[in-house]
């Protein structure tokens, strides 16, 4: 059993900055690649970022150069550090990590129930 739990979401105004942070426990024997994506209301699921095992980073076009993914491979967290938020990124934000247990040693694909982020004057 894994899971992923988010925090840090929030209603801040535009220019602001939050960070998000996302805490993977369970019976984790190795985790991959982790990442970010979000959905705003009406629209579809987006993929914001991603981290993989290497440290190596890629992001979308609408937040690179604001946002920032980073990990800590012993916390089997990962977190995302946005700058200069603007309304539309307002969304829902949930992580995501390819992630092999104990007793599944192939990687698999688990999900945050999400964190809400408002971004409004």
């Known amino acids: 059993q894994v899971q992923l739990v988010e925090s840090g979401g929030g209603l801040v105004q535009p220019g602001s900055s939050l960070r998000l942070s996302c805490a993977a426990s369970?019976?984790?024997?190795?985790?991959?690649?982790m990442g970010w994506y979000r959905q705003a209301p009406g629209k579809e699921r987006e993929w914001v970022a991603r981290i993989h095992s290497g440290d190596w980073t890629d992001y979308a076009n609408s937040v690179k150069g604001r946002y920032t993914i980073s990990r800590d491979n012993a916390k089997n967290m990962v977190f995302l550090q946005m700058t200069k938020l603007h309304p539309w990124d307002t969304a829902v934000y949930s992580c995501w990590g390819q992630i092999a247990t104990l007793t599944l040693t192939q990687y698999r694909d688990y999900w945050g129930q999400g964190t809400q982020v408002t971004v409004s004057s």
């Open positions: 369970g019976s984790i024997s190795s985790i991959s690649t």
